[in-house]
C-alpha cells in the first residue's frame, strides 16, 4: 500500500443554497506533488479551506486523516501545526512591513517578547536564496530583494515567491498552492516549478491547484480532478495527457478550446487617434504615447502585449477613469467624442469589462439584479424612481442570454464562481447596449467551460454588430479568437497583424520591440 | 435579445415578504424587554400614553438625525458636525429671529439653506479634494461649535415667535391626526397596487387579493391605533410628525430610487461604482447635502422645543445619531443599513433614557448603558455573521 501523507474522506460541505463539496475524496501520496484540477466552482479553493482550517471542523462532514491519524482542525493555527501550509490565491502580506518582518510576521524569533532581529534577518536571508529571489536571475527585469525591502515595492510575481519563502519558514510537511502562477511571468512560473521541484527533492509533499494544464503535466506526480463538487478521480500523469485532464474537468470532449467563426468586416465603428496618457504619479512622464488604431464592425480586435504594456491604462483612460491626464481623438461611428467619465463612455456607447472583476466590476455585496442594472438605472427607473419588477425582468433576460448559473437574480454575487461573477459583469454592460465593447482580460481566472461559453457570447455581439476588442495576455486566447491583433509595448504601438499571418512568436517580437517600423 | 422571456428564475412570492434580519429582530426583542422591565420598575407608569408620547418626542431630534446619517455610514463615509451644525443653526435662527425681527417663513428658509448649504461644503471637500470625511466633519464640529458661541455670544437666545415654537412643542389636533392616518392607509395601498399592477405587466407571479387586504387591514389598524393612542393624550406631536415624514422620505429615496441604489453601491465598492458609471462625487455631496438640511430641520426642532437658542445646543448629538444607525444595522465600512433602522436605534437610545430617568436613576448610568448597548449590537451581530 502507498504511503499517504494526507486522505480527506467524503468530505461534503454546504453553504446557503449551495452544495459545494459532495462526499469528495483525495489521497495525496508522501513527498509527491499532487495536483487538483477542476472548473472554477468545482469546489477546490473550498476543499483547501477545509484543510487548511479556515472552515473549522464541524462546519462540514467527512474525515481528514493526516499520516493516519484523524485531525479536526478548528483554525488555521491546529492545521499549521501538522505542518499543513496554505498559500491563498489572494496574498496575505503586509505592503508595509519588511520582506523579514512579512516572512516572521507572528511567529517572530524572539526572547521574553523582544524580537531578535537580526536573527530575523539572517533567517530570511537564507530563505530568499533559497526561492531564488536573493540573487539576480538571469534576464530577470527584477533587482535583487532584501530582507528589508517593503512588501509594496515588490513586483506581484516577486512578492509569491515571498509567501512561499514564508511558508517554508514553518516547518511546512504539506504545502498548498492555490492558483500560484496566476499573475506570474513565465520566468517566474519557471523559478517557482524550479523551487517546487527541489522541495518535492527535501521531501516536502505539494498539492498544486490550478488551471493552467502546461504547468500541472510538467510538476506534477498525480492529479485528482473535481466536477461539480465531486470527485471525478485520480491518476498518475504518465496515464493523462492535457486533453484527457480537460475532458474529465468539463465532463465532455472538447475538440476546440476556441469557437472560431468567419466574421465579415464591416466599416470602421471606433477610432483613436494620437492618444497619449501622462503617468500619474511622474510628472512629465507618459504611459502612453500617440496611440492610434481603428476597429471595426463585424471584427474581434485583438490586443497583445506584455504586462505593464500600457494597454489598460490605454483603455481605462479612453474610458474616462484613469486617474491621470490624456489627450487624443476618439471617433465612435466616425463621430468625434469627448468622454470626461465613465457615466460619458457609457453614455456614447462604450463600455468596459475590466480586468479585475472583483475591484472594478462588482459590488460583491449586492445582488445580480442590483449589479446587472447598475450601470443602467435609467433604463429601470422613471423620474429617477426605480421599478423592481423592470429590474427582475431585465436582469432574467441577461441570466439566460449568459447562461449564468444562478439559484436566483436575488443571489449575491460573492456566492458566485468566477465564471458567473464574470457573466454578471457581461450582463452589467451589455445592458448598456454598447456600440463599442472593450473586454480587458475577460477570461482571467475562470475555467475551461466558462471561457468557451464567454468566447461565444464575443462573437454573438460581433453578429450583432457591436464593436468587440479584447485584451489578453493569454497568446493562445489572442490567436484564437482575434480576427486583426494590435500589438502594445512599452506604452505604444508596436504592429499589427492580421490572423492568419500572426503567430506567438510574431507577436511576442513585436511585444519586445523587434518588429518595430 | 428579444426573443428572451421570463420563463425562468421568476422572483418568488416569498420574496417579497419583509426580510427581517437577524440584527432587526435582536433589537425589537431588545427594545420589547426593557420595556417590560421598565413598565415592572415603574408601577406601569412607563406604558402611560403620556409617557410614550415624551419617549416619541425624545426620539424625534435623533431619529432624524438617524435618517440622514445611515445614508453617510452606508456610502462608507462619516458627518461628525451634524451636533454643531444644529446647534449653529439654531442659534442663527434665534439670533435673525429675536435680535434681527425677521418672520417665521424667512428664518426657517435661511436656515434650510445654510444647512445645505455646509453640507455641500464638506461634501465637496471630502468628494472632490478627498480629504478624510472624519477629518472634514471633526473640522466642521469645531468650526459651527465656535460658530454657535459667536452668534449667540455665548448666551441664550429667547423667545421665539408662537408660530416658530409650534414646530417643537404643538400637537396636531386629533381631527388633522385621524385625516393623516387615513391619508397614509391610502397611500400604503396605492403604492400596494403600483406594484401588483408593475409586476402583472412582466408577467411575475402576484400574491392573491385576499392577502393583499390582510396586508392593508394590519398596517391600517397599527396606523389607526397608534393615532388614537395618542389623541387620547394630546394628539401627535408635531416634531414626532414630522421625523416619521422625513423617514418615510428618506427610505423611499434610499430604497427606490436610483439615487439610493447608487449611494448602497458606492458604499459596497466605490471603484465598481466609478466604472459603472455612476457619478460617485456628485452622489457624495448630495448625501451631505440632504445630511446638513435634517440637521438644520433637527435644530429648527431642538431650537423651538426650548424656545431659545442656547450655545450648547447639539452637543454630542452626532455621536447620539451615529449610535442610532449603527444600533439600527448600519455597517460602518459602508454598504449596509437602513433608514428604518436608525429609527429603531433612537428608540432604543430614548427608552434607556427615558426609563432610567423615571426609575431616578443617577444620569451617568444612562451612558454606561448606552456604550454597553452599542457595543453589544454591534458585537452580536458581527459574532452571529462569523459563525455563518
Redesign the interface.
Known amino acids: 500500500m502507498t504511503d499517504f501523507i494526507l486522505e480527506m474522506k467524503d468530505i461534503c460541505k454546504v453553504f446557503?443554497g449551495v452544495k459545494a463539496l459532495d462526499q469528495v475524496s483525495i489521497q495525496v501520496g508522501r513527498g509527491e506533488i499532487h495536483a487538483i484540477c477542476g472548473e472554477n466552482g468545482a469546489g477546490k479553493s473550498t476543499l483547501i479551506k477545509v484543510l487548511s482550517g479556515v472552515y473549522p471542523a464541524g462546519t462540514y462532514d467527512g474525515e481528514i486523516v493526516v499520516d493516519g491519524k484523524t485531525q479536526s482542525f478548528e483554525g488555521i493555527e491546529d492545521a499549521e501545526k501538522q505542518g499543513i501550509i496554505c498559500i491563498h490565491q489572494e496574498l496575505a502580506l503586509v505592503p508595509e512591513l519588511s520582506v523579514g518582518e512579512n516572512i516572521f510576521l507572528g511567529n517572530q524569533p524572539n526572547r521574553l517578547g523582544v524580537v531578535k532581529w537580526d536573527e530575523i534577518y539572517y533567517q530570511t536571508q537564507l530563505l530568499l536564496e533559497k526561492v531564488g529571489l536573493a540573487a539576480s536571475v538571469a534576464g530577470s527585469e527584477h533587482p535583487v530583494v532584501t530582507p528589508d525591502d517593503k512588501i509594496k515595492n515588490l513586483g506581484i510575481g516577486q512578492q509569491q515567491l515571498v509567501e512561499i519563502a514564508k511558508a517554508l519558514s514553518k516547518k511546512t510537511r504539506l504545502l498548498i498552492l492555490d492558483e500560484p502562477t496566476a499573475a506570474l511571468t513565465e520566468k517566474e512560473v519557471d523559478i517557482l516549478l524550479d523551487i517546487l521541484d527541489a522541495l518535492r527533492k527535501e521531501g516536502v509533499t505539494s498539492i498544486y491547484i490550478s488551471h493552467k494544464l502546461d504547468e500541472v503535466m510538467r510538476i506534477a506526480d498525480s492529479v485528482t480532478v473535481i466536477r461539480d463538487g465531486k470527485s471525478i478521480g485520480t491518476s498518475g500523469i504518465k496515464e493523462l495527457t492535457k486533453n484527457k485532464i480537460i475532458s474529465m474537468m468539463v465532463g465532455r470532449e472538447l475538440t476546440n478550446l476556441f469557437p472560431r467563426v468567419e466574421h465579415t468586416r464591416g466599416e470602421v465603428g471606433f477610432e483613436v487617434k494620437n492618444f497619449s496618457v501622462d503617468h500619474p504619479e511622474i510628472p512629465g512622464k507618459k504611459l502612453i504615447h500617440n496611440v492610434s488604431f481603428k476597429a471595426y464592425k463585424g471584427e474581434i480586435l485583438g490586443v497583445s502585449g506584455l504586462m505593464g504594456a500600457g494597454r489598460t491604462e490605454l483603455f481605462s483612460s479612453i474610458?474616462g477613469?484613469f486617474p491621470a491626464k490624456s489627450e487624443g481623438e476618439v471617433y465612435i461611428d466616425g463621430k468625434r467624442v469627448d468622454i470626461k467619465?465613465?457615466?460619458d463612455?457609457?453614455?456614447h456607447g462604450l463600455s468596459?469589462v475590466?480586468e479585475d472583476r472583483k475591484?472594478?466590476?462588482?459590488?460583491?455585496?449586492?445582488n445580480i439584479k442590483?449589479n446587472t442594472?447598475?450601470?443602467s438605472?435609467?433604463r429601470v427607473?422613471k423620474n429617477?424612481?426605480?421599478?423592481?419588477?423592470?429590474e427582475?425582468?431585465y436582469t432574467?433576460?441577461?441570466?439566460?442570454?449568459l447562461k449564468t448559473k444562478?439559484p436566483?437574480?436575488?443571489t449575491r454575487v460573492r456566492n458566485l464562481s468566477g465564471g458567473n461573477q464574470q457573466k454578471v459583469v457581461l450582463g452589467?454592460v451589455l445592458m448598456?447596449e454598447p456600440k463599442v465593447l472593450v473586454l480587458d482580460e475577460p477570461t482571467r481566472g475562470i475555467d475551461v467551460g466558462a471561457k468557451y461559453e464567454i468566447y461565444k457570447i464575443m462573437n454573438m455581439l460581433v453578429e450583432e454588430g457591436v464593436v468587440v476588442i479584447m485584451v489578453s495576455s493569454d497568446l493562445e486566447e489572442v490567436l484564437g479568437m482575434s480576427d486583426r491583433i494590435l500589438v502594445m509595448g512599452e506604452g505604444k504601438v508596436r504592429g499589427e497583424l492580421a490572423i492568419d499571418e500572426a503567430n506567438q512568436e510574431k507577436i511576442m517580437m513585436a511585444a519586445t520591440g523587434g518588429l518595430q517600423g | 435579445m428579444s426573443e428572451l422571456t421570463n420563463a425562468a428564475k421568476l422572483p418568488s412570492k416569498k420574496k417579497n415578504m419583509p426580510k427581517i434580519d437577524i440584527r432587526t429582530f435582536t433589537m425589537i426583542g431588545g427594545l420589547v424587554l426593557l420595556w417590560i422591565l421598565f413598565t415592572y420598575t415603574t408601577d406601569g407608569t412607563f406604558l402611560l400614553v403620556r409617557n410614550i408620547s415624551n419617549l416619541l418626542r425624545q426620539m424625534a431630534i435623533v431619529g432624524i438625525l438617524g435618517a440622514g446619517m445611515v445614508l453617510v455610514i452606508v456610502t462608507g463615509n462619516i458627518d461628525l458636525s451634524v451636533g454643531s451644525v444644529l446647534g449653529f443653526l439654531g442659534g442663527l435662527a434665534a439670533a435673525l429671529m429675536i435680535w434681527n425681527g425677521w418672520g417665521t417663513p424667512a428664518t426657517m428658509a435661511v436656515i434650510l439653506l445654510a444647512g445645505a448649504l455646509i453640507g455641500v461644503i464638506q461634501g465637496s471637500i471630502i468628494a472632490y479634494i478627498k480629504v478624510p470625511a472624519f477629518i472634514v466633519t471633526l473640522g466642521g464640529l469645531l468650526i459651527f461649535r465656535g460658530g454657535l458661541l459667536g452668534v449667540t455670544k455665548g448666551v441664550s437666545i429667547a423667545p421665539f415667535r408662537p408660530s416658530y415654537i409650534y414646530v417643537g412643542q404643538a400637537y396636531v389636533s386629533n381631527e388633522v391626526g385621524v385625516a393623516l392616518g387615513v391619508l397614509a392607509v391610502v397611500v400604503w395601498t396605492a403604492t400596494l397596487f403600483n406594484k401588483r399592477r408593475s409586476r402583472l405587466k412582466y408577467n411575475f407571479p402576484v400574491e392573491s387579493l385576499y392577502k393583499m387586504a390582510a396586508k392593508i387591514a394590519v398596517a391600517a389598524l397599527v396606523i389607526m391605533g397608534i393615532i388614537l393612542m395618542l389623541n387620547s393624550y394630546n394628539g401627535i406631536p408635531v416634531p414626532v410628525l414630522l421625523m416619521v415624514v422625513l423617514m418615510v422620505i428618506f427610505t423611499f429615496v434610499a430604497e427606490k430610487t436610483t439615487f439610493g441604489r447608487s449611494i448602497y453601491a458606492m458604499g459596497g465598492n466605490m471603484e465598481a461604482s466609478k466604472y459603472s458609471g455612476i457619478d460617485v462625487r456628485k452622489n457624495l455631496v448630495i448625501v451631505y447635502m440632504l445630511n446638513g438640511v435634517l440637521a438644520a430641520i433637527a435644530g429648527i426642532v431642538l431650537s423651538a422645543r426650548l424656545n431659545a437658542g442656547t450655545p450648547s445646543a447639539g452637543m454630542n448629538m452626532e455621536l447620539d445619531a451615529i449610535a442610532a444607525a449603527v444600533i439600527g444595522g448600519a455597517s460602518m465600512s459602508g454598504g449596509s443599513g437602513k433608514v428604518a433602522g436608525a429609527a429603531l436605534g433612537a428608540l432604543f437610545m430614548a427608552t434607556i433614557d427615558n426609563g432610567m430617568s423615571m426609575m431616578n436613576m443617577d444620569a451617568y448610568w444612562q451612558y454606561i448603558v448606552k456604550g454597553f448597548i452599542l457595543v453589544i449590537a454591534v458585537g452580536f451581530d458581527i459574532y452571529t455573521k462569523n459563525k455563518r
Not at chain 1, 429617477?384 to 423592470?390: H, K, R, T
Request: no cysteine; aromatic share 8%; glycine share 8%.
Open positions: 446557503p474610458y477613469a467619465s465613465p457615466g463612455a457609457i453614455g468596459l475590466t475591484r472594478y466590476g462588482l459590488v460583491l455585496d449586492m442590483e442594472t447598475m450601470s438605472l435609467g427607473s429617477a424612481i426605480l421599478n423592481e419588477s423592470a427582475v425582468h432574467n433576460e441577461y441570466v439566460q442570454y444562478t436566483s437574480v436575488e452589467k448598456t
